[in-house]
């Protein structure tokens, strides 16, 4: 929702002023567009209330368009350092940006200070960042290595050197492209038997779409986000249709074929050390269908539950279930096939219960950024109270930055050593 120009811009100050007027009867002449300016805010707060995730800083952000401040890493680089210093910081900060923006004001806004604060680079990406690209040689028509020098005067001789020019083109193509063989066909006058040439090497007689052509259409789709009847409209005004229905057929194709895959990877993702799991929506028209014939008392959501795995050998994998069943009910299909030998793994998600809807055994472990998040939408309302949640959390992720490299049990002393402390006092 954008901030909408009819929303009033008046303070405190003169709404109370209305009121009193209103109580004595006594309106001016501009009061008639003020009340109609407030009740307008009344009509576009009331529905943002009535949602049911609206929070403060969520409606502070829509109606107001105001960002959120982010805490940067220069507010305190030690996580050790008291909250004096930090004041200290935020003052020579404050300073520095006064005389940045007065220097500004005097015209001296490009100087030497300012050109190293830009960031180095043309914006233009390297050819090596192209590993796509078609590669095409092109060698001189009439110049090889070994041969003279043409400029005039000069005896010397040609030589390659180990980097060539490289020249990066672009063309435009339809999404799915197609090649046309026309072969000629021959027939007998006597017998009226007929003879035509082989299609090219690796073109099959019987199927018309090369794998290729499969799996982009899955991956423009699935992994592009882009809508069947998208790709359709692109296909057929570049020439080349492919109807919705075909699209859906090939990715069904496409899926059946890496269907093995997949479960190889539920297989291997089960002895994982760390799972994340979350939830989201997700509409599946064949259980729209269904619920016309279930009970109320029967479930009726539908979600999508997005899994990243590590395994021991710090290997990830993604995977995702789509269906009635709660990302911690997935959890328990995944760990039907862990080794028993294996130690409980650890389970990482936010607090919602619905992630732990589950049978197996796990270590829990909440996400503090969910959290965090909980304290930074009321940071207005209690500043302080807030602010200081946020401050012990910024010291545990400091501390976190400090175990990279570590394994997982010097990480662990380390965290009880430091984190451990920070955590006890904000519980307290």
Known sequence: MKRDDDLPTTDMTEIKR????????????GDAQLIEKLLNFLLTIVPLLQ??????????????GTKEKKRGKEEAKNPAEGSGSGAEENSQTDVSKESASSSACEGDSYTQETRKLKRPGHGRKAA???????????????????DPCPESGCEGRLHQLEQPNVKIYLTGLPLISATKYER?????????ERFVADLPE???????????ADVAIALYK?????????????????????????QFERCEEVANAVFPVYRHLVELSADGKLFHI??????????????????????????TSGFVIKDEGDHKIALYFSGRRHAGENLDHVLEWRSPSLPMPIKMSDAAA???????????????????????????????????VMEAIRKVYQYDDQTKGMSDQERLEYHQKHSGPVMKELRE
């Open 278 to 303: 979350d939830d989201t929506r997700v509409r599946i028209l064949s259980c729209y269908r269904e619920d016309k014939d279930r009970s109320e008392k029967e479930r009726r959501a539908t979600h």
């Open 18 to 29: 209305l009121i009193e007027r209103v109580k004595q009867g006594k309106l001016d002449q």
């Open 354 to 388: 619905v992630n732990g809807k589950k049978m197996a055994q796990t270590i829990d472990a909440n996400c503090l950024a969910h959290g965090r998040g909980k304290f930074r939408e009321l940071e207005e309302i209690f500043p302080v109270e807030c602010g200081q």
């Open 184 to 192: 000629p066909v021959l027939r007998c006058s006597d017998c009226f």
């Open 202 to 212: 690796g073109v099959s007689e019987k199927e018309k779409f090369d794998p290729t």
């Open 128 to 146: 090596s960042e192209y590993p796509g690209a078609k590669l095409v040689r092109v060698n001189h028509p009439e110049m090889a290595p070994g």
């Open 222 to 246: 699935y992994s592009g986000g882009m809508p069947f009847y998208r790709q359709a409209r692109m296909q057929e005004s570049c020439g080349v249709p492919l109807p919705e229905s075909v």
């Open 51 to 64: 949602r049911k995730h609206t929070s403060t800083r969520r409606m502070r952000e829509l109606m107001l």
